[in-house]
């Protein structure tokens, strides 16, 4: 964060990095819990919170982040991203077998969730679907963007998957 805001010292000299881009890279911390929260907060990063990888409830550790955060030459506001995992498919049915099926990366897991009463969710459906729990997931915790990973074994299915958010941020279709 000193070398973007070119206050990087190395034996008492100034150190810049080049090229300077015209538009300085944003700074965002991924995190799981309250620590990495207020980690964020204390630097003034935007916050990605990994609720596909996290056992927290999502609703207190954005909270300890926007409750303590400090503005900073990255953000003068808190700014925050959840990580979610989803399974979009053309029917709900489909996407039910691909989620029972396994997650691939998230199979390791399983056991430990089934004991856990806070399992990460995955977020599974059809388009509306899951443009209805995404927007939930928006006005619950009044985040301000979506990273989504979609852990399918099947690469084809995978992409469809993939192509079908896609459709999400391309709005209805005019006739």
């Known amino acids: 964060m000193q070398l973007l805001s070119s206050e990087f010292l190395l034996d008492g000299q100034p150190v810049i990095a080049r090229p300077v881009p015209a538009l300085p890279p944003e700074v965002w911390m991924l995190g799981t819990n309250q620590k990495s929260a207020a980690y964020a907060a204390q630097h003034g990063t935007g916050y990605v919170f990994g609720q596909f990888m996290s056992d927290r409830e999502p609703g207190e550790v954005i909270e300890a982040y926007r409750s303590t955060f400090q503005g900073s030459a990255c953000f003068s506001a808190p700014r925050v991203i959840m990580a979610v995992h989803v399974l979009c498919a053309d ?16 199979d390791r897991q399983a056991d430990e969730d089934a004991k856990n009463s806070l399992a990460r969710p995955i977020i599974k459906g059809t388009v509306d679907t899951v443009t209805d729990q995404l927007r939930q997931l928006e006005a619950a915790y009044q985040v301000d963007e979506f990273l989504v990973v979609t852990s399918i074994h099947d690469y084809n299915k995978r992409l469809r998957s993939y192509e079908l958010l896609a459709s999400l941020l391309q709005g209805p279709k005019q006739s």
């Open 91 to 106: 029917t709900e049915e489909e996407a039910r077998s691909l989620a029972a099926k396994g997650n691939g990366a998230f």
